[in-house]
């Protein structure tokens, strides 16, 4: 599996168009935030907020570590899609190879490419907030981080290569790549603030595995600017901004908790990787 894996990053890194499309949603955050989210936020909602630049360019970057790892590991499972179009899984098929080992060369690879470019985007974001006045990241709130896009690019790993594992031509992968890049802004909050949305739609959004991960990393990369921002206004307002905004969310009446959400993430990971295993193998047969 360890040979394959490589194999499918020396592809992945060869073509660096590839490379450059799986981060086009990213870019197209940034460019949108820059634009006019940022001031839509800092003009409306957070007006006599203190210190909203730090506070808000956090919130972006937490968003921003969610969508990453899903829409890099979808442009790495590219290479799985070239393979089924130039024949070459069917020498996989007929060679003495567990279907278990190759499925675990796309994921692993995918996995490794989607939190490579999960941390680069951390490093070039908090190099930003710096530069923009903001504070350097802890040493534990760094560790923090660090395990959640591990687990975040894992979890989200699994679910595309369960999605890509239906697809046989580059048209329908380059459609769903243009689908799920355009939803997955929506479905994490980033576009539009969840407490902004419709109550059936925030619940839909309160389910999705990746608004999860987006609201662990605003856990992490906000706390230290809320406290500053908030620092002596009543802690109501304070709940209410992180429900608004999707740092915690409630569902049921009850606050889901952080340990909810890495199990939500953890649970996803092995399912759809058991899923993805199960239809490969059926196609296999």
């Not at 799920?180 to 839909?204: E, M």
């Not at 230290?224 to 307002?237: H, L, Q, T, V």
């Not at 992180?242 to 649970?267: D, R, Y």
Request: hydrophobic share 55%; with cysteine.
């Amino acid at each position: 599996m360890r040979i394959f894996m490589t194999r499918n990053l020396k592809l992945f890194f060869r073509d660096r168009s590839a490379v450059f499309f799986s981060l086009l949603a990213v870019f197209i955050i940034i460019a949108l935030y820059a634009v006019f989210l940022g001031d839509v936020w800092l003009t409306d909602s957070m007006r006599d907020i203190p210190n909203t630049g730090a506070l808000m360019n956090s919130w972006l970057v937490a968003g921003l570590l969610a969508v990453a790892s899903v829409t890099t590991t979808l442009g790495a499972f590219g290479v799985m899609i070239d393979d089924k179009v130039k024949k070459i899984d069917k020498d996989f098929n007929a060679a003495p190879i567990k279907r278990s080992s190759v499925t675990g060369g796309y994921i692993a690879s995918a996995f490794f490419i989607g939190a490579l470019m999960s941390l680069v985007t951390l490093v070039a974001a908090e190099i930003y907030i710096v530069l923009s006045g903001g504070a350097w990241l802890d040493p534990l709130a760094c560790v923090k981080v660090f395990l959640l896009v591990l687990l975040t690019s894992l979890a989200n790993t699994s679910m595309v290569c369960l999605i890509v594992s239906f697809f046989k031509s580059h048209s329908a992968f380059s459609t769903a790549s243009s689908i799920i890049g355009t939803l997955i802004g929506f479905l994490t909050g980033i576009y539009l603030p969840i407490g902004a949305l419709p109550a059936p739609v925030q619940t839909v959004i309160k389910v999705f595995p990746v608004s999860h991960a987006a609201s662990l990393f605003r856990q992490v990369l906000m706390e230290e600017p809320m406290r500053s921002s908030f620092e002596g206004i009543p802690a109501n307002y304070l709940s209410e901004f992180k429900a608004h905004t999707g740092v915690t969310f409630q569902l049921g009446g009850c606050e889901i908790t952080p340990w909810v959400s890495i199990l939500v993430l953890a649970g996803t990971a092995v399912v759809f990787y058991g899923l993805a295993l199960l239809n490969m193998s059926r196609k296999k047969r």
